[in-house]
Structure formats: structure tokens, C-alpha cells
């Protein structure tokens, strides 16, 4: 008996897009029981990719199809962000996207990846950020990116700079931070406004205006910064560079 003619697997193949993985736990909501997964398993009609995930044999299944099960699934806030958000909406356009890139993924600081999606060999290599920048509640700054049939949530170009800039200058150089922000001609000051007033960073929202004012971007001067809390104190970013008193960072001392 061909096991793909049932009702409750036709029900299934609408809801799974192909291209992504399914974890059991959603499986389960679905009416297939471990029994049937079983089942599926010994006719060759799906493969695990780790404990509790599987995809349709003969399914190409990228990070993208991963993600789109911690998203839509597991229901965690876990997001290509950073610079790997900049690159899929095509706003880096010196730096590289493909072969065995980093994928730098964004989350809640309580989350954690799942041992299937730390484990698989995506082609890429995956680097997962646990966070406090925003709030667990705050989901501003969010876009939909299209891959095969299906969507997932990746950070807006205003998102994507703050958290940007919260790697810097341990894992991403202040001249590229700075390069991309020059690209950023057309954030949404709005967006930018209350991402600003909910980031949770003293040193990335300095850094944002520090970098927006060097870049001499249009938008800026539409930003209200008298509702911005740019804390107290001094901040080094960068060892040995010259002091900015207006932002009070440490920034790297102009070429020449």
C-alpha cells in the first residue's frame, strides 16, 4: 500500500513545505504518532537529520529549512541577523554569500539551539548569538525572506545594524561596521527611532549614531535623541584609538 494516498498524509505534505525539516514535537500536533513516523522511516519516505527532525528523502534542506522549523515549530525567536541579514537583503554587496560562509543566527539569551540544527552539516557554519540587545517581548524590526515555498524571519536592515554593532570589535571590525552603515541610505527612521529607545545597549546605540553622523545619512535628522538613553560613563571600543567626547567611545584614529 502506497502510504502517501492517506488522508492524514495529504494533510501533512500541506502543511510541511518542502525544503524544510519537521521536529516530532509538531509532527505530533499533526495527528502522526511516533508509530507512524516509524513507518514513514522504514518506507524511505522521510530520513532523520537528528534526534526528533526529519526531512522527505531526496529533499534538498538548507539552514534556511532549519530555521524555519525553530521559527514556525519550536516558536523560538531565533533569526538570521547581523550581517547575514544585510547579505540576504542584498545590502552587502562586497561581501560574500555562499559556499561555507558564517551564518550568524540571533536569539533570546535563554534560548538555545536545538542538538539537530548544532549538529547537521548545513554547508555553512552556524553561529548562534543568545542575546539581551531587545527585550524577549520586542519584535520590531522584522522582515520576511523568501526561500523555495517558504518564508522565514530574518531581521530588517535597522534590526540587522544594531546587531551588528553589538559584535564589535570582538567578532566584526569596526571598518566594516562602518562600510555597511555607509550602504544604510535607506533605513526607516520610524523603525530606527524605537529601536533606539528599546535597545538595551549603552555601547551599540552610541555606536549607531557615532557611525549614522560619519556616514552623514540623511535620515539622521529626523531621529529624536533627547528619548534615547545613552547612558553615563566612558566606553572603549577600540584599544588605543582617539576619544569621540560627544558619544564618549573610543573610536580608531582616522587614516593619515
Known sequence: MDIRKGTKLNKLLKAWPSGT?????????????????????MTDWVKSVGSG????????VGWQGGVYALQNQLHLSVHPGGKT????????H???????????????????????????????????????L????????????????????VSSAERAIFELLHLVPKEETFDEAQKL????TTLRCSLAQSLL?????????????????????????????????????KRVIVEGGRFDAKYKITVPRANG
Not at 545597549?201 to 535628522?221: D, G, P, Q, Y
Open 181 to 184: 552603515m555607509d550602504g544604510l
Open 197 to 233: 529607545e528599546k535597545c538595551n545597549s549603552i555601547k551599540v546605540k552610541r555606536l549607531f549614531m557615532f557611525m549614522a553622523e560619519s556616514a552623514n545619512l540623511v535620515w539622521l535628522k529626523r531621529l529624536n535623541v533627547s528619548r534615547v538613553d545613552f547612558g553615563v560613563g
Open 134 to 153: 531587545f527585550s524577549p517581548d520586542n519584535v520590531l524590526g522584522f522582515t520576511k525572506f523568501k526561500e523555495g515555498i517558504f518564508e522565514i524571519d
Open 85 to 92: 541579514a544585510l547579505q540576504l537583503l542584498g545590502l552587502a
Open 94 to 132: 562586497y561581501l560574500p554569500l555562499g559556499g561555507s560562509e558564517k551564518i550568524t543566527l540571533f536569539g533570546d539569551a535563554r534560548e538555545k539551539l536545538p542538538r539537530w540544527f548544532l549538529k547537521n552539516k548545513w554547508g555553512s557554519k552556524i553561529d548562534f548569538k543568545g542575546t539581551a
Open 21 to 41: 525539516v519537521a521536529v516530532n514535537q509538531w509532527l505530533l500536533k499533526q495527528g502522526v504518532d511516533r508509530q507512524l513516523i516509524q513507518r514513514y522511516k
Open 53 to 60: 527532525a526529519l526531512v522527505r528523502s531526496g529533499d534538498k
